[in-house]
């Protein structure tokens, strides 16, 4: 279903062009790799966030993407790129079933847990629960990664991968449990925010390595 041929056959047509028309620069706080599956979250400003982290991302990561999407050509397509098939309208067990079982399988998903796109000043807004449930149901630990403004055509986007976050594994995915990691996303992507203004500024001590 998630074949490693499409994925990287689209990803190596489709990247270089990518590049050029948004260009981006990495940084990193820790390892620019890590084994088993992951909940990978970001800040969401832009449609284009998906494909700059798709194109970024040392790992190759999956997608959520509404169903309806999946038709025809574009389904193989979104497969071949990593997009998992949910109903957004009715998030029920199947959905949940599929993307545990994904993450327990080794893959690396991203969620926006602003939930939408929430503007272009990188500010980090309310954090709703899908991503932390979805962590303490795989019992995955959770990479967070900030993105500095909206993308634009022929700007370049500067994305930071933070360090990844090892869940205690005592807890639950119960209402307690899934807000404190909710509450533990919201810290972390603010601190990324910090970091990143530090970036900018040139007070980082390398340029890509943080």
Known sequence: MYTNFTYFTIKFIVRPPFFIMYPYKKYFEGKKKYKGGSIVVCNHQSAVDVPIIGAAAPYRTLFLAKKELFKGLKKRVLLGLGAVPVDRGNVGTDSLKTVV??????????????????????????????????????????????????ARLFRRTRILFGKEIVLDENLKADKEGVKFVSNLIAEELNRLKGKMAEIKKGKAKKEKDV
């Open 101 to 150: 079982r994904l993450l327990k399988q080794g893959r690396d998903i991203v969620i926006f847990p602003e939930g939408t796109r929430v503007g272009s000043d990188g500010e980090i807004h309310a954090i709703k629960d899908g991503a932390a449930m979805f962590a303490l149901m795989a019992k995955v630990p959770i990479r967070p990664l900030y993105i500095d403004k909206k």
